[in-house]
C-alpha cells in the first residue's frame, strides 16, 4: 500500500511539472481567488478613491488658504515698507517745512545713500542683499506652512494614486468614482 500511494504522488508532481512545463510557465492557480475577490477588492478601491478624492479636496483647500495667508504677510510687509516711506516724506513736509520737490528728492536721496551704505557694510553687494531679502522671503513662508511645507508634493503624490486606482477599478456605467481623474477639474 505504501508503494501504490508514493507512485500516486510522483505521478501527480510529474504531471504538475509538466503542465507547468508545457504552458510556459503561464499556468495561474489564483486567478480563481482573483475573480471570487474582485467585487471585494473594487468596492475597497471606490471606498480608497473616494477617501483619497475628499483627502486631496481638503489638503488643496489648505494649500489656498495657507497661500492667501502667506501674500497678505507679504503684501503687509511691503505696506509697511511703504507706510514708513510715506510717514518719512510727511515728516519732511510737516516737521521740516520741506516744501519744495528738489529739496524732498534731495532728501529722500540721502535716506538712500544711508541705507545702501549700511546695506554694503551688513551685507557686501547687492547681489547679498537680494540673497538675504530671498532668505527672509522664505523663513516668513516657513513660519506660514510649518507642518504643512510639503503639502504640494503630498497632493501631487495622492493626485497619482487616484489616477492608479481609476485605472485598477473595473468600470462601473454610470458611475462617476470610476472614472479617471481629470487634474484641471481639482
Known amino acids: 500500500m505504501k508503494i501504490k500511494n508514493s507512485w500516486l504522488i510522483i505521478g501527480l508532481i510529474l504531471f504538475i ?6 504552458s510556459g510557465g503561464k499556468v495561474d492557480v489564483g486567478e480563481k481567488i482573483e475573480k471570487d475577490n474582485g467585487k471585494k477588492s473594487n468596492d475597497s478601491l471606490k471606498v480608497r478613491y473616494e477617501k483619497l478624492k475628499k483627502l486631496v479636496e481638503a489638503k488643496k483647500t489648505l494649500y489656498k488658504k495657507l ?15 511703504l507706510g514708513i516711506f510715506t510717514s518719512y ?13 528738489g529739496e524732498l ?4 536721496e540721502v535716506v538712500a545713500i544711508i541705507v545702501v551704505f549700511f546695506s554694503f557694510l551688513a551685507f557686501g ?10 532668505k527672509l522671503k522664505m523663513r516668513i513662508e516657513i513660519m506660514v ?42
Open 105 to 108: 528728492l534731495n532728501w529722500i
Open 89 to 101: 516724506c510727511l515728516m519732511l513736509y510737516h516737521g521740516f517745512g520741506v516744501t519744495n520737490l
Open 145 to 186: 506652512f510649518k507642518k504643512h511645507f510639503n503639502l504640494l508634493n503630498d497632493v501631487d503624490g495622492h493626485e497619482n494614486e487616484l489616477l492608479q486606482i481609476a485605472n485598477n477599478m473595473n468600470p462601473i456605467e454610470g458611475s462617476d468614482s470610476a472614472k479617471p481623474l481629470d487634474s484641471a477639474k481639482i
Open 125 to 134: 553687494t547687492f547681489s547679498n542683499v537680494r540673497e538675504y531679502v530671498e
Open 17 to 22: 511539472v509538466f503542465v507547468y512545463t508545457f
Open 67 to 81: 497661500t492667501k495667508k502667506f501674500k497678505w504677510i507679504y503684501f503687509g510687509v511691503r505696506l509697511s515698507l
